[in-house]
């Protein structure tokens, strides 16, 4: 039998809620998160994103060409959201060239980076899951204050959830044209963002 992302969903609850349901979300939503727990998630997930526009980048090279439309719009919405965090840093006077990645934005981006030259199905299952936990972390809450409601719209938005259910399709693809030891190692990837995503959620919560 095929393993498919909505299996990942089912067979983990768990881990994927503790991935998309933190108190740094629902702080944000009820807008008591403290100023230094925001801005360090922010510093610390541009760092993130400029290390996971190169692993995008390298999903590409892996990725046959009936699915380089959902990649290239991607790594097109990347070059908005790289300029867009750099706008939201300098409205709050924070200097991405000072900051330097905490041990756990680092641990992540060496995980992306170990996804290089890996099958494509696992690149493609850690494509779809990095999203989706972003769309479903931000979704969830619900309309959230200002300025909140701008990041929960980013990866909220309708348009974010249409792009994150292709990666899902192309994951899919991939993962039925896998074997079985692949299927396997794919669940481990889930896993492995899994908790990589709540480790984050963490890291900035604690900088309060
Ligand atoms: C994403 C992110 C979503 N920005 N940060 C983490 C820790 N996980 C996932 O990626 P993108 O490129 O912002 O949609």
């Known amino acids: ?3 498919t992302c909505e299996e990942l969903l089912q067979k983990h609850p768990q881990a994927w809620k ?9 702080q ?6 403290k100023e230094e727990q925001f801005n360090t998630w922010l510093v610390q997930d541009y760092l993130f994103v400029v ?8 999903v590409l090279t892996a990725a046959p060409v009936r699915d380089f439309d959902v990649i290239l719009g991607g790594l097109s919405a990347l070059k908005d959201e790289l300029n867009w965090f750099r706008e939201k840093a300098a409205e709050r006077n924070l200097d991405f060239l000072d900051a330097h990645r905490q041990e ?3 641990e992540y981006c060496t995980y992306l980076y170990s996804l290089n030259g890996m099958p494509y199905a696992l690149q493609a299952t850690a494509l779809w899951a990095i ?12 309309e959230m204050p200002a300025p909140y409601q701008e990041f929960a719209q980013r990866w909220g938005n309708p348009g974010f959830t249409e792009y994150v259910k292709l990666l899902a399709k192309q994951a899919d693809m991939a993962l039925e044209m896998s074997s079985e030891n ?3 190692q794919a669940e481990q990837v889930f896993l492995n963002v899994a908790r990589l995503e709540k480790d984050f959620w963490q890291m900035a919560f604690n900088a309060g």
């Open 1 to 3: 039998m095929t393993l």
């Open 18 to 26: 503790e991935a998309t349901v933190h108190s740094f979300l629902e």
């Open 28 to 33: 944000c939503k009820l807008g008591t998160i």
């Open 51 to 58: 290390e996971f526009t190169r692993m995008v980048a390298r």
């Open 104 to 106: 756990t934005c680092m």
């Open 131 to 142: 999203e989706y936990a972003y769309n479903q972390g931000w979704q969830l809450p619900g």
């Open 182 to 184: 692949i299927q396997h």
